[in-house]
Protein backbone atom coordinates (compact mmCIF):
# COMPACT_ATOMS: atom_id res chain seq x y z
CA UNK A 1 0.00 0.00 0.00
CA UNK A 2 2.68 2.46 0.80
CA UNK A 3 4.29 2.05 -2.69
CA UNK A 4 0.52 2.97 -4.57
CA UNK A 5 0.05 5.65 -1.78
CA UNK A 6 3.65 6.72 -2.90
CA UNK A 7 2.68 6.24 -6.70
CA UNK A 8 -0.79 8.26 -6.41
CA UNK A 9 -0.08 11.41 -4.09
CA UNK A 10 -3.28 12.84 -2.91
CA UNK A 11 -5.33 11.56 -6.01
CA UNK A 12 -6.35 8.97 -4.19
CA UNK A 13 -7.73 8.37 0.11
CA UNK A 14 -8.03 5.91 2.59
CA UNK A 15 -4.79 5.63 3.55
CA UNK A 16 -5.73 7.38 6.94
CA UNK A 17 -7.37 4.43 8.44
CA UNK A 18 -6.62 0.10 8.04
CA UNK A 19 -10.27 -0.56 7.58
CA UNK A 20 -11.94 -0.60 4.25
CA UNK A 21 -13.99 2.09 2.84
CA UNK A 22 -17.42 1.44 1.18
CA UNK A 23 -18.12 2.72 -2.07
CA UNK A 24 -21.03 3.26 -4.25
CA UNK A 25 -20.13 1.71 -7.73
CA UNK A 26 -21.79 1.99 -11.40
CA UNK A 27 -24.24 -0.86 -10.56
CA UNK A 28 -25.84 0.37 -7.73
CA UNK A 29 -23.62 -2.10 -5.48
CA UNK A 30 -21.59 -0.88 -2.41
CA UNK A 31 -18.29 -1.89 -2.73
CA UNK A 32 -15.61 -2.12 0.35
CA UNK A 33 -12.15 -0.82 -1.00
CA UNK A 34 -9.21 -0.22 0.98
CA UNK A 35 -8.21 2.93 -1.48
CA UNK A 36 -10.24 4.93 -3.31
CA UNK A 37 -10.33 8.17 -5.79
CA UNK A 38 -10.66 11.55 -4.30
CA UNK A 39 -13.44 12.06 -6.72
CA UNK A 40 -15.69 9.30 -4.73
CA UNK A 41 -14.74 10.78 -1.37
CA UNK A 42 -18.26 12.76 -0.67
CA UNK A 43 -20.41 9.56 -1.73
CA UNK A 44 -18.56 6.87 0.55
CA UNK A 45 -21.86 4.74 1.94
CA UNK A 46 -20.87 5.44 5.58
CA UNK A 47 -21.96 9.06 5.28
CA UNK A 48 -25.57 9.70 6.53
CA UNK A 49 -26.32 13.06 4.59
CA UNK A 50 -28.78 12.71 2.40
CA UNK A 51 -27.86 12.26 -1.45
CA UNK A 52 -28.99 12.98 -5.14
CA UNK A 53 -27.66 10.56 -7.54
CA UNK A 54 -28.12 12.57 -11.51
CA UNK A 55 -28.21 10.75 -14.31
CA UNK A 56 -28.61 11.56 -18.10
CA UNK A 57 -31.30 10.32 -20.29
CA UNK A 58 -29.04 9.68 -23.21
CA UNK A 59 -26.52 7.95 -21.38
CA UNK A 60 -29.06 4.75 -21.41
CA UNK A 61 -26.43 2.35 -19.79
CA UNK A 62 -26.91 4.04 -16.41
CA UNK A 63 -30.10 4.65 -14.87
CA UNK A 64 -29.89 7.28 -11.74
CA UNK A 65 -33.30 6.16 -10.26
CA UNK A 66 -32.54 2.43 -10.29
CA UNK A 67 -29.34 3.00 -9.00
CA UNK A 68 -30.65 4.89 -6.25
CA UNK A 69 -33.47 2.32 -5.86
CA UNK A 70 -30.56 -0.20 -5.50
CA UNK A 71 -28.53 1.37 -3.18
CA UNK A 72 -31.75 2.30 -0.96
CA UNK A 73 -32.14 -1.11 -0.88
CA UNK A 74 -28.81 -2.24 0.06
CA UNK A 75 -29.56 -0.41 3.71
CA UNK A 76 -27.46 2.51 2.93
CA UNK A 77 -27.63 4.58 6.40
CA UNK A 78 -28.83 7.84 3.91
CA UNK A 79 -31.73 8.95 2.60
CA UNK A 80 -31.48 8.68 -1.68
CA UNK A 81 -32.90 9.72 -4.74
CA UNK A 82 -31.92 9.20 -8.47
CA UNK A 83 -33.01 12.06 -11.35
CA UNK A 84 -32.26 12.16 -15.03
CA UNK A 85 -31.81 15.21 -16.71
CA UNK A 86 -30.97 16.64 -20.03
CA UNK A 87 -27.12 17.88 -20.37
CA UNK A 88 -25.94 15.24 -22.63
CA UNK A 89 -28.13 15.80 -25.30
CA UNK A 90 -26.53 18.48 -26.74
CA UNK A 91 -23.63 16.54 -27.59
CA UNK A 92 -23.99 13.84 -30.54
CA UNK A 93 -25.67 10.76 -29.67
CA UNK A 94 -22.57 8.98 -30.02
CA UNK A 95 -20.41 11.14 -27.99
CA UNK A 96 -18.16 9.42 -26.22
CA UNK A 97 -18.17 9.71 -22.39
CA UNK A 98 -14.55 11.39 -22.46
CA UNK A 99 -16.08 14.06 -25.02
CA UNK A 100 -18.31 14.95 -22.14
CA UNK A 101 -15.65 15.60 -19.29
CA UNK A 102 -13.57 17.59 -21.93
CA UNK A 103 -16.15 19.50 -22.72
CA UNK A 104 -16.27 19.88 -18.64
CA UNK A 105 -12.63 20.50 -18.85
CA UNK A 106 -13.52 23.39 -21.17
CA UNK A 107 -16.29 24.79 -20.18
CA UNK A 108 -17.63 24.90 -23.38
CA UNK A 109 -20.67 26.82 -24.41
CA UNK A 110 -24.05 24.75 -24.62
CA UNK A 111 -26.38 26.60 -26.48
CA UNK A 112 -24.52 29.65 -25.29
CA UNK A 113 -24.50 28.50 -21.73
CA UNK A 114 -21.40 27.14 -20.44
CA UNK A 115 -21.16 24.09 -19.88
CA UNK A 116 -20.55 23.62 -15.92
CA UNK A 117 -23.36 26.02 -15.29
CA UNK A 118 -26.10 24.26 -18.06
CA UNK A 119 -25.03 21.24 -15.82
CA UNK A 120 -25.52 23.31 -12.18
CA UNK A 121 -29.38 24.49 -13.95
CA UNK A 122 -29.99 21.07 -15.17
CA UNK A 123 -29.93 19.42 -11.25
CA UNK A 124 -30.78 22.26 -9.25
CA UNK A 125 -34.37 22.07 -9.46
CA UNK A 126 -34.04 18.71 -8.08
CA UNK A 127 -32.07 19.18 -4.54
CA UNK A 128 -35.43 18.57 -2.38
CA UNK A 129 -36.31 15.28 -4.11
CA UNK A 130 -34.91 13.30 -1.32
CA UNK A 131 -37.61 11.83 0.79
CA UNK A 132 -36.78 11.37 4.50
CA UNK A 133 -38.70 7.87 6.43
CA UNK A 134 -41.49 10.74 7.82
CA UNK A 135 -42.02 11.37 4.63
CA UNK A 136 -40.40 14.75 4.84
CA UNK A 137 -38.07 16.63 1.85
CA UNK A 138 -34.86 17.19 2.45
CA UNK A 139 -32.55 19.09 0.74
CA UNK A 140 -29.34 17.36 -0.42
CA UNK A 141 -26.25 17.91 0.67
CA UNK A 142 -23.96 15.94 -1.61
CA UNK A 143 -24.77 14.95 -5.68
CA UNK A 144 -23.01 11.98 -7.73
CA UNK A 145 -22.67 12.10 -11.04
CA UNK A 146 -21.53 9.76 -13.88
CA UNK A 147 -17.88 9.62 -13.67
CA UNK A 148 -17.05 11.85 -16.27
CA UNK A 149 -16.93 15.34 -14.51
CA UNK A 150 -13.61 16.60 -16.36
CA UNK A 151 -10.69 14.82 -17.11
CA UNK A 152 -7.55 17.26 -16.67
CA UNK A 153 -9.17 19.63 -14.43
CA UNK A 154 -11.82 17.12 -13.04
CA UNK A 155 -11.05 18.56 -9.08
CA UNK A 156 -12.13 22.12 -10.59
CA UNK A 157 -14.81 21.22 -11.83
CA UNK A 158 -16.02 19.10 -9.00
CA UNK A 159 -15.71 22.50 -6.94
CA UNK A 160 -17.28 24.45 -9.58
CA UNK A 161 -20.30 22.71 -9.35
CA UNK A 162 -20.46 22.22 -5.74
CA UNK A 163 -20.48 25.99 -5.52
CA UNK A 164 -23.34 26.22 -8.01
CA UNK A 165 -25.31 23.42 -6.25
CA UNK A 166 -24.37 24.46 -2.64
CA UNK A 167 -23.47 20.11 -2.12
CA UNK A 168 -20.52 18.59 -1.89
CA UNK A 169 -20.25 16.96 -5.68
CA UNK A 170 -18.26 13.05 -6.09
CA UNK A 171 -18.41 10.89 -8.75
CA UNK A 172 -19.71 7.41 -9.24
CA UNK A 173 -17.18 5.14 -10.45
CA UNK A 174 -18.26 3.15 -13.98
CA UNK A 175 -17.16 0.14 -16.17
CA UNK A 176 -15.16 1.36 -19.39
CA UNK A 177 -14.16 3.46 -20.62
CA UNK A 178 -13.75 4.69 -16.90
CA UNK A 179 -12.27 8.13 -16.32
CA UNK A 180 -10.83 7.33 -13.05
CA UNK A 181 -8.97 4.51 -14.23
CA UNK A 182 -7.35 6.13 -16.81
CA UNK A 183 -6.55 8.79 -14.40
CA UNK A 184 -4.63 6.32 -12.47
CA UNK A 185 -3.13 4.80 -15.58
CA UNK A 186 -1.80 8.05 -16.71
CA UNK A 187 0.09 8.61 -13.11
CA UNK A 188 1.14 5.31 -13.03
CA UNK A 189 2.74 5.04 -16.41
CA UNK A 190 4.67 8.90 -15.52
CA UNK A 191 5.97 7.09 -12.77
CA UNK A 192 7.38 4.30 -14.80
CA UNK A 193 8.80 6.71 -17.28
CA UNK A 194 10.30 8.87 -14.24
CA UNK A 195 12.10 5.53 -14.06
CA UNK A 196 13.45 4.72 -17.25
CA UNK A 197 11.26 1.59 -18.05
CA UNK A 198 10.61 1.41 -21.69
CA UNK A 199 7.80 -0.41 -23.34
CA UNK A 200 7.32 -2.55 -26.51
CA UNK A 201 3.69 -3.39 -28.14
CA UNK A 202 3.29 -5.45 -30.84
CA UNK A 203 6.67 -7.58 -30.51
CA UNK A 204 4.45 -11.29 -29.43
CA UNK A 205 7.32 -13.93 -27.94
CA UNK A 206 7.18 -17.21 -30.41
CA UNK A 207 10.25 -18.89 -28.47
CA UNK A 208 12.94 -18.84 -25.71
CA UNK A 209 16.26 -19.97 -24.96
CA UNK A 210 17.55 -21.29 -21.81
CA UNK A 211 21.01 -21.09 -20.54
CA UNK A 212 23.18 -23.95 -18.60
CA UNK A 213 20.80 -24.09 -15.10
CA UNK A 214 17.64 -23.75 -17.32
CA UNK A 215 16.84 -20.12 -16.90
CA UNK A 216 15.40 -17.79 -19.80
CA UNK A 217 18.42 -16.12 -21.56
CA UNK A 218 16.47 -14.83 -24.33
CA UNK A 219 13.21 -14.37 -25.10
CA UNK A 220 12.86 -14.96 -29.38
CA UNK A 221 10.23 -12.18 -30.10
CA UNK A 222 8.54 -11.79 -34.02
CA UNK A 223 9.46 -8.65 -35.41
CA UNK A 224 7.67 -8.01 -38.70
CA UNK A 225 8.01 -11.33 -39.30
CA UNK A 226 11.86 -11.65 -37.92
CA UNK A 227 12.89 -13.82 -34.86
CA UNK A 228 14.56 -11.31 -32.74
CA UNK A 229 16.15 -12.38 -29.53
CA UNK A 230 16.17 -10.07 -26.38
CA UNK A 231 18.00 -10.78 -23.27
CA UNK A 232 16.54 -10.34 -19.58
CA UNK A 233 18.09 -10.80 -15.98
CA UNK A 234 14.58 -11.85 -14.83
CA UNK A 235 11.51 -12.61 -16.71
CA UNK A 236 7.32 -11.36 -15.42
CA UNK A 237 5.03 -14.04 -17.16
CA UNK A 238 1.88 -11.81 -16.77
CA UNK A 239 0.02 -12.66 -19.99
CA UNK A 240 -3.76 -13.77 -17.99
CA UNK A 241 -5.53 -16.85 -17.45
CA UNK A 242 -8.29 -18.47 -20.01
CA UNK A 243 -10.59 -16.08 -20.50
CA UNK A 244 -6.91 -13.48 -21.79
CA UNK A 245 -5.50 -15.76 -23.96
CA UNK A 246 -2.43 -16.73 -21.19
CA UNK A 247 -3.56 -20.40 -21.15
CA UNK A 248 -4.65 -22.11 -24.12
CA UNK A 249 -6.56 -25.12 -24.37
CA UNK A 250 -8.05 -27.94 -26.34
CA UNK A 251 -8.90 -31.75 -26.30
CA UNK A 252 -5.21 -32.43 -25.28
CA UNK A 253 -5.32 -30.40 -22.10
CA UNK A 254 -4.42 -26.75 -20.78
CA UNK A 255 -1.27 -25.50 -21.44
CA UNK A 256 1.15 -22.10 -21.14
CA UNK A 257 1.69 -21.19 -24.58
CA UNK A 258 4.46 -18.68 -23.93
CA UNK A 259 7.64 -20.47 -22.11
CA UNK A 260 5.69 -24.26 -21.98
CA UNK A 261 5.26 -23.81 -18.08
CA UNK A 262 3.19 -26.87 -16.62
CA UNK A 263 -0.47 -26.56 -15.37
CA UNK A 264 -1.92 -28.99 -13.20
CA UNK A 265 -4.99 -30.46 -14.85
CA UNK A 266 -6.91 -33.75 -14.40
CA UNK A 267 -5.91 -35.80 -17.23
CA UNK A 268 -9.60 -37.23 -17.50
CA UNK A 269 -11.41 -33.83 -19.38
CA UNK A 270 -14.76 -35.11 -17.97
CA UNK A 271 -13.40 -33.88 -14.17
CA UNK A 272 -12.66 -30.43 -15.68
CA UNK A 273 -15.77 -29.18 -14.60
CA UNK A 274 -18.95 -30.37 -12.33
CA UNK A 275 -22.77 -30.72 -13.91
CA UNK A 276 -23.88 -27.57 -11.39
CA UNK A 277 -23.33 -24.35 -13.41
CA UNK A 278 -22.78 -22.67 -10.60
CA UNK A 279 -20.66 -24.93 -8.96
CA UNK A 280 -17.69 -24.69 -8.33
CA UNK A 281 -15.41 -25.85 -11.44
CA UNK A 282 -12.17 -27.37 -11.17
CA UNK A 283 -11.28 -25.67 -14.63
CA UNK A 284 -11.39 -22.07 -13.05
CA UNK A 285 -8.45 -22.81 -10.93
CA UNK A 286 -6.34 -24.08 -13.62
CA UNK A 287 -3.07 -21.99 -14.23
CA UNK A 288 0.70 -22.25 -13.56
CA UNK A 289 1.51 -23.37 -10.08
CA UNK A 290 4.61 -21.27 -7.92
CA UNK A 291 6.53 -21.37 -5.38
CA UNK A 292 5.90 -18.94 -2.30
CA UNK A 293 8.69 -16.38 -4.52
CA UNK A 294 6.25 -16.75 -7.20
CA UNK A 295 8.88 -19.08 -9.57
CA UNK A 296 6.92 -21.45 -11.63
CA UNK A 297 6.96 -25.54 -10.65
CA UNK A 298 7.02 -28.03 -12.95
CA UNK A 299 5.35 -31.33 -12.65
CA UNK A 300 7.66 -33.24 -10.37
CA UNK A 301 7.56 -29.58 -8.00
CA UNK A 302 10.89 -28.19 -9.04
CA UNK A 303 11.73 -24.63 -10.35
CA UNK A 304 11.05 -24.32 -13.47
CA UNK A 305 13.20 -21.59 -14.00
CA UNK A 306 14.79 -19.85 -11.68
CA UNK A 307 14.61 -16.37 -13.48
CA UNK A 308 11.26 -16.11 -14.11
CA UNK A 309 7.80 -14.77 -11.88
CA UNK A 310 4.47 -15.43 -12.72
CA UNK A 311 1.43 -12.89 -11.75
CA UNK A 312 -1.91 -12.33 -12.76
CA UNK A 313 -4.19 -14.70 -14.09
CA UNK A 314 -2.01 -16.88 -15.60
CA UNK A 315 -1.56 -18.32 -11.83
CA UNK A 316 -3.35 -21.41 -10.61
CA UNK A 317 -5.45 -22.14 -7.75
CA UNK A 318 -7.70 -19.65 -7.04
CA UNK A 319 -11.38 -18.87 -8.79
CA UNK A 320 -11.21 -15.40 -8.14
CA UNK A 321 -14.72 -15.30 -10.54
CA UNK A 322 -16.90 -17.25 -7.26
CA UNK A 323 -14.54 -15.47 -5.08
CA UNK A 324 -14.25 -11.71 -6.78
CA UNK A 325 -10.66 -11.79 -6.21
CA UNK A 326 -9.32 -10.84 -9.34
CA UNK A 327 -8.16 -7.77 -8.63
CA UNK A 328 -7.07 -8.51 -5.53
CA UNK A 329 -4.56 -11.59 -6.96
CA UNK A 330 -3.37 -9.52 -10.05
CA UNK A 331 -2.28 -6.99 -8.05
CA UNK A 332 -1.01 -9.03 -5.06
CA UNK A 333 1.16 -11.31 -7.38
CA UNK A 334 2.05 -8.29 -9.50
CA UNK A 335 3.79 -6.28 -6.32
CA UNK A 336 5.36 -9.53 -5.39
CA UNK A 337 6.55 -11.07 -8.32
CA UNK A 338 8.18 -7.34 -9.31
CA UNK A 339 9.43 -6.86 -6.04
CA UNK A 340 11.23 -10.89 -6.40
CA UNK A 341 12.68 -9.51 -10.14
CA UNK A 342 13.92 -6.48 -9.00
CA UNK A 343 15.74 -8.02 -5.95
CA UNK A 344 17.25 -10.92 -8.16
CA UNK A 345 18.38 -8.23 -10.72
CA UNK A 346 20.47 -6.39 -7.82
CA UNK A 347 21.92 -9.46 -6.69
Same mark, same amino acid.
Given at each position: ??????????????????????????????????????????????????????????????????????????????????????????????????????????????????????????????????????????????????????????????????????????????????????????????????????????????????????????????????????? =??? &?? *? #? $? %???? @?????????????????????????????????????????????????????????????????????????????????? =??? &?? *? #? $? %???? @??????????
Amino acid at each position: RALFDDLVGDAYLGGHTDRNALVPTFGGAVKPTARYPKSAAAGVASDDRPTLIVGFRSLTEYDARSFADRLAASGVPFDVAGVEVEFAEAFRADAKITRLAKALDRDEAIDGTPAREALAKAVAPHLHDVVDDEGGVDRVERVGFPAFLGDDEGADVRADLADRLGADVFEIPMGPPSLPGLRLEDRLYDALDAEGVRFETGTPVVDYETDANGDIEHLIMNRKGSKVPYG =ADT &VV *L #A $T %GGLV @GKGLDSDRDGVREPVLDLYVPQPSDRYEWFVDDAFGEQPYARFGVRPDDRLRPLDESGAVAHGNVRVAGAVVGGADVAREKS =ASG &VS *L #A $T %GLVA @GQEAAREVRQ
